[in-house]
């Protein structure tokens, strides 16, 4: 089996979801541009976030981008590694923390 759930090939037609709404489609590209805009955050910045990001999310589309992205833009290998475990460890910590709403709710339960 060596076809996947994600074809890479669909990553080239992001562009195309204006089609089928193309007010909402315009309207996130502006803001997406935006976004990445130089800003308090250097473009180079932005990139390794987003990278990091799609890695938390698990895009493989996004990783694909913000792979080629941050290697264009200069960034090592080792800095990219290091985001990733940074966005992991938030990821973590961020799903551990709610174990205190279940502890909560187990001492409530067994009052």
Same mark, same amino acid.
């Given at each position: 089996m060596s076809k996947t759930y994600y074809?890479?090939?669909d990553l080239r037609k992001f562009g195309k979801i204006t089609e089928w709404?193309? *007010?909402l489609g315009n309207k996130f590209f502006d803001?997406?541009?935006?976004?990445?805009?130089e800003g308090a955050l250097?473009?180079?910045? #932005?990139?390794?976030i987003?990278?990091?990001v799609a890695h938390t999310e698990q895009c493989p589309y996004c990783i694909d981008a913000y792979t #080629?992205?941050?290697l264009q833009r200069g960034i090592t290998? *080792?800095?990219?590694m290091e985001a990733i475990h940074v966005g992991?460890?938030? #990821?973590s910590g961020a799903t551990l923390v709610h174990g205190v709403q279940m502890m909560n709710k187990v001492n409530k339960l067994e009052m």
């Open positions: 074809d890479s090939a709404s193309e *007010e803001y997406y541009g935006k976004v990445f805009e250097t473009a180079r910045e #932005k990139s390794l987003a990278l990091a #080629k992205d941050t290998k *080792e800095e990219m992991a460890a938030i #990821k």
